[in-house]
């Protein structure tokens, strides 16, 4: 019985001369090594999106429309700056290593121990994204990894949460000026704790439909910080 080809996981593809952009790169890759070594390139088509960003002449093939801004209520948060119904053009997603750690609480081991609950159970893809309007900010996009759990009740509970945290940092930050100003400190440099306030979005328009499906909802925290 012949063996299967092996899989190769290429995990990022910095450039080629002579092609306009990360998709032609995958392209070309995928051709080049199915024809060399016989290697299967396992959704060869999403490497560009998912590892190397969407390039400046697919600015449009990713786009969101803000449904929620509740989290931004909460005045312990740090404000997304969106506004419901605007439409948010993402002109880069890549994956950071860092991101890593935020599904290790998701990893079968530890999912056994909570409860039986979307907050719980709901493992997310994350990456860091850049909007063209502004570009000179990044933020991180998450989704469900499970298609059912993409929906509108689902984000809105991850809002939910955001406001939560945001109101403790709140009454946090009460605290800790009431405290030193019956220390006799200076209360206003006093540093503060702020939550990041994500925002809930629809996927509008997409080339990448296995991954960022039409009609799936995210969410979009803004974290421009390089750590």
Known sequence: ?????????????????????????????????????????EHAAAIGALFSGIADGDAEELILEVVSTAADDSRGVRPSGFKEAQQLQVNKLSTESGFEALSLRYSEAVRATWPDDYRFQASKRSWRASIAFAPDKAYVLQMATRAEERSEDAVKWDLEDAKSAGS??????????????????????LPCVKVAAPVACRVVKTSFPALLPVGAYCTLWPYSDPE
């Open 1 to 41: 019985m012949r063996s299967p080809s092996p899989c190769l996981c290429v995990n990022k593809i910095d450039s080629f001369a002579g092609l306009p952009s990360q998709r032609g790169v995958s392209a070309f890759a995928a051709s080049k090594l199915r024809a060399t070594c016989g290697v299967r390139i």
């Open 168 to 189: 403790y940092a709140h009454r946090f930050n009460l605290y800790s000026r009431e405290h030193a100003r019956e220390a006799g400190e200076a209360v206003d440099e």
